[in-house]
């Protein structure tokens, strides 16, 4: 058996070649439950190009909304060559019925119990149009994605570690919690520290989207990578600003940079995203805190919360630029299906566009409350040009924090972000096609 497995690209631009941040990671996990006599070609077009002559039994995809078209326009061609399609991911989980049209099967949720069913059902020749489950899998023996299947070289962070699921908290505009459930699910640490060992170099990607959620289990984890001599970047929220201890650990045990999802510096804005952990944060206090020991933050911001204007968007760009984040990301508000934000802005009639491939949170898709949408486009547009212009980069840099090897990584994150506003063909934003192998990234 042939299997061909395609994780799309959202951004036509880099389809056929170029670099792109990280791989992606339902696709290998799902590799590793396979059966040892299929033979699998993985294809990540974010890298390289698919071959729409490949010959396959079977092909798999795992994708993000603004990757639907393109991945509608592939499993076409395959279907009408009489090869059947398989979709999961964040978007066919959130849109089944949808998805279902484009395919031969739709799987929704967290595939790890799932996957040995549909390849089983193939193989009898009695593949079912939808394979659904609420088991959230215990992580305990959870497999270990098949990295040699990936062009790892094309990848500025290629070996990314998952050591946990789920999120309590209920943000608007995030699909983690939807997917994967408002309780954290903990991998033991025994096999994390395992799977980091056998990793081709000591450079890691956790991929958690809130590694610090659990102080205690966060401090296990960080203490038992300190004999690592690791570096590794993760996400998290402000709440480690309150625990010295474990930001002492996170340095010890390698940690380079936190993606910390700031969204707003307006109370206003973070109460009505429901982004609990910022509400009522000194956020300027905590970022200062972190910064002392020696911790690089790579901030997210959300532009078009219902309480945003042009004015507290540039004051949020003034305030990245004050405090020195070594990057930052300027997301414009984009209500992704299967999101609460989603839901409500349809039931308002505020959507203005259907088009998947511009969800790709730089296009406005849906009517702002406290501005139009082509001051919501500027206010993107000046932030980008702002924060990633020439004079801004060399003020922030000038600040020496953790040594040679984050001032490298930070100069050349800085210059990545100023190409890719600019046009140039570089490295996207984390894939969010964790669904389908339950997988989780931050929408």
Not at 153 to 161: A, D, E, S
Not at 350 to 356: A, E, K, L, Q, V
Not at 388 to 407: D, E, F, H, T
Request: hydrophobic share 40%; proline share 7%.
């Amino acid at each position: 058996m042939r299997l061909l497995m395609i994780s799309p690209s959202w951004l036509p631009t880099t389809w056929g070649g170029g670099r792109t941040l990280t791989p992606p990671m339902a696709l290998p996990v799902l590799a590793s439950l396979t059966p040892s006599d299929v033979q699998i070609h993985l294809v990540d077009e974010h890298v390289e190009e698919v071959d729409l002559r490949e010959e396959a039994d079977l092909v798999a995809m795992s994708f993000m909304t603004a990757a639907a078209p393109r991945a509608y326009e592939i499993a076409a061609h395959f279907r009408d060559r009489h090869i059947p399609v398989v979709m999961g991911g964040m978007h066919p989980t959130a849109l089944p019925e949808e998805a279902g049209r484009h395919c031969d099967a739709v799987v929704v949720g967290e595939a790890e119990p799932q996957w040995p069913g549909v390849l089983a059902d193939f193989a009898a020749g009695r593949l079912q149009q939808l394979y659904r489950t609420d088991v959230r899998p215990d992580l305990a023996g959870a497999p270990i994605p098949r990295r040699d299947l990936l062009q790892q070289r094309k990848y500025l962070v290629p070996n990314l570690v998952q050591t946990a699921r789920g999120c309590p908290y209920a943000c608007t505009f995030c699909s983690v919690s939807p997917v994967f459930g408002r309780r954290y699910r903990f991998r033991p640490l025994d096999e994390v520290v395992d799977e980091v060992r056998g990793l081709s170099s000591r450079s890691v990607g956790f991929s958690d989207d809130n590694i610090v959620a659990n102080p205690e289990r966060a401090k296990q984890l960080f203490e038992a990578l300190v004999p690592m001599k690791l570096q590794w970047v993760g996400q998290g929220d402000l709440s480690m600003a309150k625990d010295p201890e474990m930001l002492t650990l996170m340095r010890r045990s390698g940690c380079m940079a936190m993606f910390v999802g700031i969204e707003s510096i307006s109370q206003e804005s973070l109460i009505a995203s429901r982004k609990r952990p910022n509400v009522g944060v000194d956020i300027e206090g905590a970022i200062r805190v972190i910064h002392r020991h020696g911790i690089d933050l790579i901030g997210s911001f959300v532009f078009g919360l219902d309480p945003d204007t042009v004015e507290s968007c540039r004051a949020t760009v003034d305030f990245a630029v004050k405090m020195r984040l070594a990057a930052a990301q300027f997301a414009v508000l984009t209500p992704f299906p299967g999101t609460p934000i989603y839901d409500q802005l349809l039931a308002e009639d505020r959507i203005t566009c259907s088009d998947w491939s511009k969800y790709t949170m730089a296009n406005v898709v849906f009517r702002p409350r406290s501005m139009t949408a082509e001051q919501l486009g500027e206010a993107r547009a000046y932030a980008y040009g702002h924060f990633y212009s020439l004079p801004c980069i060399a003020r922030r840099m000038l600040v020496w924090r953790g040594g040679r090897p984050k001032y490298v990584m930070r100069t050349a994150a800085n210059l990545s972000y100023r190409r890719l506003h600019r046009g140039g063909r570089i490295w996207s934003h984390i894939p969010h096609d964790g669904a389908i192998a339950g997988v989780p990234s931050r929408a």
